[in-house]
């Protein structure tokens, strides 16, 4: 079974300039999270879709990130103007809507901006 | 803000000795907890998950959950230089919710 697929894998940016990250779940998923790192911490939630619906997007900095899941499958996570502090990894993950909710992560994107 | 504490550590063990991991949380409905492992430079790999009071073991994996105490644990037995990565505590107040992570503890496995 292909794990969670998301690209680039490394994007450096200017700040103020725009940044897109893709990211396809495990076949089958119908929920899909986009995850901030900053190094040296746990995972924080930026958006939650279940199928093509936003579930949670509270801890999302909406002035400038955006987020679609159009056709309840692929997804994009954007950023527009960069700021330095953005500089992380982002991760995608996704799970089956049961019970249990094991969560799976794809390789991540590690975004610099200067 | 539902808080996951963790020891960030560095938890050095020697091969073959027992690594303890420990992991609290203040949020008293909670009902799924889980253990990721993340290589440096890598992303975050499930290990385990528990949802009842208890220890379950998967090989030399054994997480132990404590509801009461709001205290989930993960034991490395056999500890294997091979195991030296950060350990991320992971918990979930329902299965229709997103993971609240701790901020990992690291591990060092000294051959």
């Known amino acids: 079974e292909a794990g969670v697929a998301q690209s680039p894998r490394y994007k450096i940016i200017e700040k103020r300039q725009s940044v897109a990250f893709w990211c396809n779940p495990i076949?089958?998923?119908?929920?899909l999270y986009w995850y901030q790192q900053i190094l040296g911490q746990g995972p924080k939630l930026l958006i939650q879709?279940?199928?093509?619906?936003?579930?949670?997007d509270s801890q999302l900095p909406k002035d400038r990130f955006s987020a679609e899941r159009l056709k309840g499958v692929d997804s994009t996570l954007k950023i527009q103007p960069a700021k330095l502090e953005d500089s992380a990894v982002y991760l995608c993950?996704?799970?089956?809507?049961?019970?249990?909710?094991?969560?799976?992560f794809g390789p991540g994107t590690r975004l610099t901006v200067t | 803000q539902k808080e996951v504490e963790q020891n960030s550590g560095p938890l050095s063990v020697p091969e073959g000795a027992i690594a303890s991991l420990n992991c609290t949380y203040s949020d008293r409905v909670s009902q799924s907890f889980f253990w990721y492992r993340q290589y440096s430079g890598k992303s975050p790999e499930l290990i385990m998950s528990i949802y009842s009071n208890g220890d379950k073991e998967d090989g030399r994996f054994t997480a132990q959950l404590n509801k009461a105490s709001q205290y989930v644990s993960l034991l490395i037995r056999d500890s294997q230089p091979s195991d030296s990565a950060t350990y991320l505590c992971?918990?979930?107040?329902?299965?229709?919710?997103?993971?609240?992570f701790g901020k990992g503890t690291s591990l060092l496995v000294t051959p």
């Open positions: 076949s089958g998923h119908a929920t």
């Open positions: 992971a918990v979930i107040l329902s299965f229709r919710y997103a993971l609240n």
């Open positions: 993950a996704s799970s089956l809507l049961t019970g249990r909710n094991e969560q799976y």
């Open positions: 879709f279940q199928n093509n619906g936003v579930v949670d």
